[in-house]
Every structure is written in structure tokens, then in C-alpha cells.
């Protein structure tokens, strides 16, 4: 949950009023800021002006192959950025199979299309095929 020191409008917060919670209300609180995803901050100033306190619908069952194949992707991506990077400021040129290069380019595109149609599915989860 972040912070927000302005408003959406740009005007700073810079006035603080501290309040003070029995052990019971400030656990109500954090969950009730919890539950809406909002910081208690936040939660406090909306209830206290009055505005909107709203839980947002829960998350989607989470497709776990799909979440594996994903962050497959994203760690072939930040191995070949840190290769790079320790390379470039070494003051090394970058040392590159191409044929290895080409081999995971094509590997992650694959896997792109993969991911890219089992989001087109009607988000069926890996319990209810499972179950199917």
C-alpha cells in the first residue's frame, strides 16, 4: 500500500492529526483498509469525508501454469539485461551467441503465443480443468 503525500490534484498533505486506536479497532481498521486496498491513511480519510470506502471485487482464480510461464519469461528477460548490463559497465562489449540469442528469442515467442491464447480461454483455471 503506498503513500500518498498530494492529492490527485497536486495540493501537498503537510497537516497531520494524530488519533489514537484501542488494539481492537486499529486490527478492524488495518483489515478493513486491507480488504478495500487502500493504505490506513487513506481508508481513514475516506471514511472521514465521507467518501467512497469500497472493496474492490476480488482477484481472478489464478492460473498457476499461467503464472509459471510468465515468470519463466521475466527471469530469461532479466538474465540477459544483467548479462548486459555487467558487460557495459565493465567497459566489455556484450558477448553474444547469436544462435543462443535467437534459440530463447523464438522460446519466449512461443511461449508468448502459448500465455497469449490461454488468456483468450474463458479464464478457466487450472482447478476447474482439473475437475473437467
Same mark, same amino acid.
Given at each position: ?13 503537510? =497537516?497531520?492529526? $494524530? ?20 493504505? %490506513?491513511?487513506?481508508? =481513514? ?9 469500497? #472493496? $474492490?471485487?476480488?482477484? $481472478?482464480?489464478?492460473?498457476?501454469? *499461467? ?5 519463466? =519469461? ?11 548490463? %555487467? ?16 534459440? *530463447? ?6 511461449? =508468448?503465443? #502459448?500465455?497469449?491464447?490461454? *488468456? *483468450? ?12
Amino acid at each position: 500500500m503506498s503513500s500518498k503525500t498530494k492529492r490527485d490534484d497536486g495540493v501537498a498533505r503537510k =497537516i497531520t492529526h $494524530p488519533v489514537r486506536f484501542a488494539a481492537d479497532e486499529y486490527e478492524q481498521l488495518k483489515e478493513k483498509a486491507y480488504q478495500a486496498r487502500v493504505s %490506513i491513511s487513506e481508508f =481513514i480519510r475516506r471514511a472521514a469525508l465521507r467518501r467512497r470506502v469500497v #472493496e $474492490p471485487p476480488p482477484p $481472478p482464480q489464478l492460473n498457476w501454469k *499461467l503464472y509459471e510461464e510468465l515468470n519463466s =519469461i521475466g527471469v530469461n528477460l532479466n538474465q540477459l539485461a544483467k548479462a548486459a548490463n %555487467i558487460a557495459v559497465k565493465s567497459g566489455q562489449g556484450v558477448n553474444v551467441d547469436v544462435e543462443k540469442l535467437q534459440k *530463447l528469442v523464438d522460446s519466449l515467442r512461443t511461449s =508468448i503465443k #502459448e500465455t497469449q491464447m490461454q *488468456l *483468450l480461454e474463458c479464464g478457466v483455471t487450472d482447478d476447474e480443468e482439473d475437475s473437467a
